[in-house]
C-alpha cells in the first residue's frame, strides 16, 4: 500500500480512516477531537469525519472576479475489518 493513513476513534466511538495527505498541497492531516472533524495543518482546510468531503477552505488574499469554481478533493477513505479486536485495512475495498 503507498497510502499513508490516519486511523481516529470519533465522539461516536466509532473508528475512522482516511488519507492523512490533504489533497491541496500535501499537508498532513489531523483529527481535531475539540471540533471532531479532520484538519489540515498546513491551510486549515476542514474535511467531514464521515466521508472525508472538504468542508471548508482558506484563500488567502485577495481574488479577482473570475468566473470558476473551486472544487477541493476529497480525503480517500478506506474500508477496515476488526477481527480478535485489531483493525484491518482492506486495501482491495
Not at 5 to 13: A, E, L, P, S
Not at 18 to 38: Q, R, V
Amino acid at each position: 500500500m503507498k497510502d499513508e493513513v490516519i486511523i481516529f476513534i470519533d465522539k461516536n466511538n466509532e473508528i475512522r480512516i482516511f488519507s492523512s495527505i490533504c489533497p491541496h498541497f500535501g499537508g498532513e492531516i489531523y483529527f481535531d477531537y475539540k471540533k471532531d472533524l479532520l484538519r489540515c495543518k498546513w491551510h486549515d482546510w476542514k474535511f467531514s469525519k464521515v466521508d472525508g468531503k472538504c468542508t471548508s477552505f482558506n484563500i488567502k488574499g485577495q481574488l479577482k472576479d473570475y468566473s470558476f469554481d473551486v472544487k477541493p478533493n476529497n480525503l480517500k477513505e478506506f474500508r477496515f475489518n476488526i477481527i480478535d479486536d485489531k483493525i484491518y485495512l482492506d486495501i482491495n475495498g
